[in-house]
Nanobody, 122 residues
Framework: QVQLVESGGGLVQAGGSLRLSCAAS????????MGWFRQAPGKEREFVTA????????YYADSVKGRFTISRDNAKSTVYLQMNSLKPEDTAVYYC???????????????WGQGTQVTVSS
């Protein structure tokens, strides 16, 4: 069983930055692919980014490419999402997820955090 706890959300003005954290309670953290998804009110959950730690391959949604960066700290079993140049359309609940394959398909992730709210004001 893997437990994921996100933190770091909040309110920021357009153009600002936030860093989200996702702490995993699992010893084999480096075995998992970690991803970030988001869900805005009235919309479906959408893929943001994912990284396969075995291959090093990283994927980003076109909407966040060049602005968001996924990274990790193995010693802390934590994955981060650095978000720069934030836009009002980035407003959503952000979820981290753990799985075995770096994919944009949410159903292929086995474990999910509770989510953290990010609100970007214009």
């Amino acid at each position: 069983q893997v437990q994921l706890v996100e933190s770091g959300g909040g309110l920021v003005q357009a153009g600002g930055s936030l860093r989200l954290s996702c702490a995993a309670s699992v010893r084999t953290f480096n075995s998992y692919t970690m991803g970030w998804f988001r869900q805005a009110p009235g919309k479906e959950r959408e893929f943001v980014t994912a990284r396969s730690w075995s291959s090093g391959n990283t994927y980003y949604a076109d909407s966040v490419k060049g602005r968001f960066t996924i990274s990790r700290d193995n010693a802390k079993s934590t994955v981060y999402l650095q978000m720069n140049s934030l836009k009002p359309e980035d407003t959503a609940v952000y979820y981290c997820a753990a799985g075995w394959k770096a994919t944009s398909t949410s159903r292929q992730y086995d474990y999910w955090g509770q989510g953290t709210q990010v609100t970007v004001s214009s």
